[in-house]
């Protein structure tokens, strides 16, 4: 497979109001791609129709190598195999061992395989300390280790992030970034990653979107982006004209 995502004349409308039109887009496995652009300008609708939350107005889109068709089974299926984690890490009443298992357990993992998974998921994000530890009572950084350890526990083929260090304190966030592309550097993760945060998109991203009123304006190696774009909107928005 060469391809994770394949999108064909994609677009999204809400009643008379189209949000998102995209022509052509294909995503490789195994990168880091960051979806940038000022508010209102699609990215989280994409990053909503990529993860199989929204549907497509018009358009083909194809996920893992299968074309689309919104049926209940396939759905599930192609889920089952990507992960997202928000900027507000919700946990479960209960210990973080339980938060990291319990997607294994729903997916009726042998209990002898969920302790090896999370206890390599929490080594992995430094968190095996707090195993029993209240996951409520952890700090914004600490939980958001706890939701990619969650993920990871899964093995997921792609990792959604959403403004994943937004609500956390300039040190845990430093820290984030190291595990985010370390997941993608040894478990051959495909990531995408909205933010706001351009030294952020600059440091992890190896390929940037850039959406502007709904349409892909310029997509490509992220630092070709940053120092060559061709649109003058792209520009505007890196230098900091647009406002957020």
Request: cysteine-free.
């Amino acid at each position: 497979m060469t391809t994770v995502f394949k999108l064909h004349d994609i677009s999204k409308r809400y009643g008379e109001r189209e949000v998102l039109r995209i022509a052509e887009l294909a995503l490789a496995p195994g990168k880091i791609y960051g979806i940038l652009g000022p508010n209102g300008s699609g990215k989280t609708t994409l990053l909503r129709i990529l993860a199989l939350l929204a549907p497509n107005s018009t358009g083909e889109l194809e996920v893992l190598g299968e074309r689309v068709n919104w049926s209940k089974a396939q759905l599930l299926r192609l889920r089952r195999k990507m992960a997202m984690v928000t900027q507000t890490a919700y946990m479960f009443s209960g210990n973080v061992y339980y938060n990291v298992a319990y997607g294994l357990r729903v997916r009726h993992v042998p209990e002898k395989e969920v302790r090896r998974r999370v206890n390599e998921s929490l080594d992995l994000l430094g968190m095996r300390a707090f195993i029993q530890a209240e996951a409520r009572t952890l700090s914004g950084g600490e939980r958001q280790k706890v939701a990619l350890a969650r993920t990871l526990a899964i093995r997921p083929r792609v990792l959604f992030l959403d403004e994943p260090t937004s609500n956390i304190d300039p040190g845990s966030a430093v820290d984030i970034e190291k595990h985010i592309r370390a997941i993608n550097q040894e478990m051959k993760t495909t990531i995408i990653l909205v933010t706001h945060n351009l030294f952020q998109a600059r440091r992890l991203t190896e390929e940037a979107l850039f959406l502007w009123d709904g349409k892909l304006l310029e997509s490509g190696p992220t630092e070709e982006i940053f120092t060559n774009a061709r649109h003058q909107e792209t520009q505007s928005f890196l230098r900091g004209e647009i406002l957020f």
